[in-house]
């Protein structure tokens, strides 16, 4: 960060470009002290920041100003691997990616969904942010809906909750509700942040009810919503700075 007449571009036009606000009205925002460089709060007008390495934040949001930076999401259709390519040509990510994006060079998938899953995928070139969202110590959520057969016990709830013992240590959900009910199908949205391969298939497994369908509708503040399978978008800002703010960047 630097002073009026120093290298840089000026904080107003940055926060402008990043989609924030007009530059009339990315002022006000200063002048209100909403508006962080690097941890601390800037009001000068003549401040001038590097777009590529400035740490910005409006209300304690995460800006990214870094037009390099590429946040993506793919609702992964059932059959589709999660892998950037493979050897045996089968229908995978990077195909999609390939596709609507162009290259899928510096991406990292933020966890993997295996192949019988669909779902939200995050998709970034920020490889800390990926690592950060993927580590449990960071305990970003996950929410998945799943398909299992009826009765449901009473207690599964609590039980899930309380922590069932797998083969590689103990699982707990952070929280576990009854969707819907159709003859002996049941839903049942699961949230947890654990992200161990096959966790929610080997959870429910471990209580006798393995899962018939399962996607993920969530990661964080990021939604599935009705984005159509097979499709790709572009993380709007304020699920960007979401991310970023769950785990601490």
Same mark, same amino acid.
């Given at each position: 960060m630097s002073d009026e007449g120093?290298?840089?571009?000026?904080?107003?036009?940055?926060?402008?470009? $990043?989609?924030?606000?007009?530059?009339?009205? $990315?002022?006000?925002?200063?002048?209100?002290?909403?508006?962080?460089? %690097?941890?601390?709060?800037v009001k000068e007008m003549g401040?001038?920041?590097?777009?590529?390495?400035?740490?910005?934040?409006?209300?304690?949001?995460?800006?990214?100003?870094?037009?390099?930076?590429?946040?993506?999401?793919?609702?992964?259709?059932?059959?589709?691997?999660?892998?950037?390519?493979?050897?045996?040509?089968? +229908?995978?990510?990077?195909?999609?990616?390939?596709?609507?994006?162009?290259?899928?060079?510096?991406?990292?998938? *933020?966890?993997?969904?295996?192949?019988?899953?669909?779902?939200?995928?995050?998709?970034?070139? %920020?490889?800390?942010?990926?690592?950060?969202?993927?580590?449990?110590?960071?305990?970003?959520?996950?929410?998945?809906? $799943?398909?299992?057969?009826?009765?449901?016990?009473?207690?599964?709830?609590?039980?899930?909750?309380?922590?069932?013992?797998?083969?590689?240590?103990?699982?707990?959900?952070?929280?576990?509700?009854?969707?819907?009910?159709?003859?002996?199908? *049941?839903?049942?949205?699961?949230?947890?942040?654990?992200? +161990?391969?096959?966790?929610?298939?080997?959870?429910? %497994?471990?209580?006798?009810?393995?899962?018939?369908?399962?996607? +993920?509708?969530?990661?964080?503040?990021?939604?599935?919503?009705?984005?159509?399978?097979?499709?790709?978008?572009?993380?709007? +800002?304020?699920? *960007?700075?979401?991310?970023?703010?769950?785990?601490?960047?």
């Amino acid at each position: 960060m630097s002073d009026e007449g120093g290298e840089g571009v000026r904080l107003q036009k940055v926060l402008a470009e $990043a989609g924030v606000a007009s530059r009339r009205q $990315a002022e006000i925002l200063m002048r209100q002290g909403r508006v962080e460089v %690097d941890g601390r709060v800037v009001k000068e007008m003549g401040i001038r920041v590097d777009p590529d390495t400035a740490v910005i934040h409006v209300d304690g949001s995460r800006i990214v100003t870094d037009t390099e930076t590429v946040h993506l999401a793919l609702n992964k259709p059932e059959g589709m691997l999660s892998t950037m390519w493979d050897e045996q040509g089968r +229908r995978c990510v990077g195909d999609v990616v390939l596709e609507k994006a162009g290259s899928t060079k510096g991406l990292f998938h *933020v966890g993997r969904l295996d192949a019988a899953t669909e779902g939200l995928l995050l998709l970034t070139n %920020d490889g800390e942010l990926a690592h950060r969202l993927t580590h449990p110590s960071y305990e970003v959520s996950k929410t998945y809906l $799943a398909e299992i057969r009826a009765p449901i016990p009473k207690d599964l709830g609590r039980q899930l909750r309380a922590g069932v013992e797998l083969d590689d240590g103990p699982v707990a959900v952070d929280s576990f509700r009854v969707v819907d009910r159709s003859g002996a199908r *049941v839903m049942v949205e699961v949230v947890l942040h654990e992200g +161990r391969k096959h966790i929610v298939r080997r959870l429910l %497994d471990a209580v006798d009810k393995p899962v018939q369908r399962l996607v +993920r509708t969530a990661v964080g503040d990021v939604r599935l919503g009705d984005q159509r399978p097979g499709t790709l978008r572009k993380l709007n +800002r304020d699920e *960007v700075g979401s991310l970023y703010g769950a785990v601490g960047l």
